[in-house]
Every structure is written in C-alpha cells, then in structure tokens.
C-alpha cells in the first residue's frame, strides 16, 4: 500500500482518464484532475473550470464521476450531485449531469442536467450517486431513499424515485429495454426499487450485471446483483435495526416477491452477530471488481469500500454467490469512499474526510 496522493478536500469519487490521469470530485463542489501518478497539475492549481453550483449540505455535494463509453471520440464525463430545487432551496435530490472535458482537461463546456431525481425532497440524507455505463452504453443511476422516516416507503412506490436505481440514456431518457411495471404512472426510467442508499455501483466484467452496495440502518448492509424489475425490500424487510434499538426493520428478513442480498453485515467489522444485541453498520460505498492480472488470485473479486467500518472488503465469488470475505486495511482506521482498478492493473482507493488520501494497492 502507497499513499500517492494526501490532503484531498472531502472526496467523492475517481475516474481515470485514456492518458492514465485522473478526475476526482470533491463533495464541497470542485473537479480536480490529477497526474497519472497522483502528483499535483500546474503546481496545485488542478481544479478544473465551469461545475455549476451544488448543494452540499449533509451528505450532499459533487458526487461520482463516470467517462462515456465513447470518451475518446466524444470527451463527454457524467457526474452526480445533490441539486437544490430553483423554486424551494429547502428541496434537494439527486441530478445527472453531462458534460465535455476540453483536450486540456482544465475547463468543462456544454454542461446539461440530463436527469433529476422526482421529487426533490426536504432531507440532507441518502442521495446514492453512484453511475455505471452497461455493455449497451446506457446509464446506471442509483438514488437513495431520502433518510427521512417520512419517506423511506416511498422506496416501494413506482411513481416516485425515492430508493431507486435508473436507467438512462447518455440524454437522460429512459433507456429502451427498461421493465414495465404495468403500474399507472410509474417513472419509465426505473431499473429495480426498494433500495435504501445503494453509493456503491460496479458492472461485473464480462457479464452485463449490475451489482450495488447499499447502506442497511444499524446492521443489514447489502450487495446486490441489482437485477431488471426486481424489489430488494426496503423497507418492509431487511436485516438491520432501527437506530438505537434491538427493534427489527419491516416485517422481516424475506417476503415472496423480495429479493435477498447476494451478501450481507449485521457487524460492522463482518464478525457475527448475537441475537439480541445491537448490530451495527460497516456503511459500504464504492464497489469495483478486479480483473487485472497483477494479482491473479484477486481476479474476479469483488472490492467493497467501508466507512464506518473504515476498511475495504474483499468478496470472492462462486458464479453469482459470495463465498467469503476478508477485511483489508483495518489497521489504518480510514473512512474508505471509493475503490477502482487503475489503468496499470493495480487496485486505487479513495479515503473519506477534510484531507483525504488516494492509495495504490499492489504486490
């Protein structure tokens, strides 16, 4: 493990550009791109122009960052943020942008919100935001559920996007192929719903799956292989509490109809759990799998980035069914935010927090 990178303002997330160099966002609302090797741009001065304003309060800021599939031809990145509504700054939600990155990588153009989560909702929580092109190159968005008592079983309603995961077109409409619902009114864009807050979001090499990261309350965060059409529960059953209590969320842990977590935390350090005491919650965020072959005995794996369990999980797979886990990096006690595989084959991870760090994981 090298620290390649110290002092990163609250970042978000990581892309790596065709030349090896990278963009990360900063939560408070600046791009910055960095060199192939992490080193600063023009003597610091690497924050890139033109990101409209965002809404940072709570959990909410710049968020992910995703290059199009097509980023060589077209230059064009996709960013999340929590947008506050132009009529009612006390209202926010999850918006996607699109934009193009001139050849300096220093100044953004033609920047469009192409798709806004509905309906902006009164809360500082639970935004989601993370991205994932498919093999079709169409968009994944994920969408949390809002934090708010009040709106957590909106996760269930078709007609709101509250716990949702979209998929869109590079224009923000709905992507063709999407389910349907057969349900009056519900948003054409949608993917799968019940989720919580699914900040994690990583398509499985060599297949077309989706799979996601989501935060349970206290206990019961998940991966899912987030699926077309499917329910994964929230909130009328998961394997977590509500906070501050032994008190079961929902009706249970399954219902016909709902989908189980292909894994799950009851403990924020993966250790079982006792019945009748608290759980509590590792918190993952950015996922990515590992298909370089660097390290050959971690191709296939799965890389789960914690915060509160300030760790990174690495899941080995059997087909789609986790088989095991190991926790990596404990020692360091850091909030973890992302994960990516670089483009020379070794494994980046984003730290959370006022000076956060990027490190490279090789062998």
């Known amino acids: 493990m090298t620290e390649v990178a110290t002092g990163l303002p609250s970042p978000w ?10 963009l990360i966002t900063e939560r408070t609302g600046r791009l910055h791109i960095r060199n192939a090797d992490a080193s600063a741009i023009n003597g ?30 077209n230059r064009r990145i996709y960013m999340t943020f929590a947008e506050s509504d ?11 942008l699109r934009a193009v990155i001139d050849a ?14 509905a309906p ?28 708010l008592d009040t709106q957590r079983g909106f996760a269930q309603d078709l007609t709101r996007g509250n716990g949702k995961v979209v998929r869109i077109t590079t224009d923000g409409a709905p992507a063709p192929g999407n389910p349907n619902f057969g349900v009056a009114g519900a948003q054409p864009a949608i993917w799968s719903y019940g989720h919580r807050n699914p900040q994690g ?20 965060d998940e991966v899912n292989l987030t699926q077309a059409g499917r329910n994964y529960g929230w909130p009328i059953i998961s394997y977590g509490q509500e906070y501050g209590t032994l008190t079961q969320v929902g009706e ?33 965020s950015g996922i990515a799998f590992y298909s370089a072959s660097n390290i050959p005995e971690w191709q296939g794996n799965l890389f789960v980035g914690a915060l509160a369990g300030v760790s990174l999980w690495r899941l080995t797979l059997n087909g789609d069914t986790v088989t095991s ?5 404990a020692e360091r006690v850091e909030r973890i935010r992302d994960v990516r595989q670089g483009p020379d084959g070794w494994l980046y991870v984003l730290t959370d927090g006022a000076s956060g760090k990027l490190l490279r994981l090789t062998r």
Not at 13 to 22: E, H, I, N, Q, T
Not at 208 to 213: D, H, V
């Open 252 to 284: 249970g842990t399954a219902k016909a109809g709902m989908e189980q977590p292909a894994w799950y935390w009851q403990k924020f350090d993966g250790s079982a759990w006792t019945p009748g005491t608290q759980k509590s919650s590792t918190a993952p």
């Open 120 to 147: 902006k909702v009164a809360s500082e929580g639970h935004f989601g935001s993370r991205l994932a092109f498919d093999n079709q190159g169409y968009l994944f968005v994920t969408m949390g559920e809002r934090q």
């Open 104 to 117: 300096d990588n220093r100044t953004l153009s033609n920047v469009t919100v192409i798709y806004r989560q």
């Open 44 to 73: 610091g001065n690497d924050v890139v122009c033109c990101v409209p304003a965002v809404d940072s309060t709570g959990q909410g800021g710049l968020l992910d960052v995703a290059l199009d599939p097509a980023f060589a031809a």
């Open 325 to 329: 886990q190991e926790r990596l990096l």
């Open 86 to 96: 132009a009529a009612d700054a006390t209202l926010n939600g999850t918006a996607v």
């Open 201 to 220: 979001a990583a398509m499985r090499p060599g297949t077309n799956q989706l799979w996601t990261s989501e935060h349970g309350p206290q206990g019961g």
């Open 13 to 22: 997330s990581l892309a790596f550009l065709p030349d090896g160099r990278m």
